[in-house]
């Protein structure tokens, strides 16, 4: 909300670039809706910083559901951390529908991070973060299935 009166502004959208968002100079945000999960839904999110509290060089955030004979059905994940907004991995959330969580490869999220573009700097170049991409991402589809899992009317 601001001085021109509120506005809405869907959550892909709220992020600019690098420690910066979309909200005008004279807004402040003042108001977050969260949709309540659907039963049997889990989630994770995994950061790799220098030291707690710091931003993240990496990170990967993934929430799955599961249908009622313990396939996947519905997936969300995203990087954060490595281009100068998160973003989604539409091609990882269509390919996992259907898929049920001891059948994901064990190598999907290094296969996923190979074809990512990742930003870089002197202490973690390019390649460094795509490999922590793989590695947070492996961890957090894990995550997210267990808490599935385990959840029940949530």
């Known amino acids: ?5 509120e506005r809405r502004l869907p959550f892909r959208d709220f992020a600019k670039g690098y420690l910066s968002s979309n909200l005008d100079g004279n807004e402040i945000l003042v108001l977050i809706e969260w949709p309540k999960a659907p039963p049997r839904t889990g989630a994770a999110f995994l950061e790799f910083n220098r030291r707690p509290a710091d931003f993240a060089i990496v990170s990967a955030a993934v929430q799955i559901s599961l249908r009622a004979d313990g396939a ?3 997936v969300s994940a995203a990087f954060g951390g490595i281009q100068p ?3 989604r991995l539409g091609n990882i959330e269509s390919s996992l529908i259907g898929v049920t969580p001891n059948n994901i490869p064990q190598t999907l999220g290094q296969t996923i991070a190979a074809d990512i573009e990742c930003d870089g700097d002197a202490l973690y170049p390019p390649d460094y973060r795509r490999n922590l991409c793989g590695t ?7 995550a997210a299935c ?3 899992e385990r959840s029940s009317d949530v």
């Open 85 to 87: 907004t998160p973003f």
């Open 1 to 5: 909300a601001g001085a021109k009166g």
């Open 146 to 148: 267990a808490r599935a």
């Open 72 to 74: 996947i059905e519905a």
């Open 136 to 142: 947070l991402l492996q961890r957090a589809l894990h």
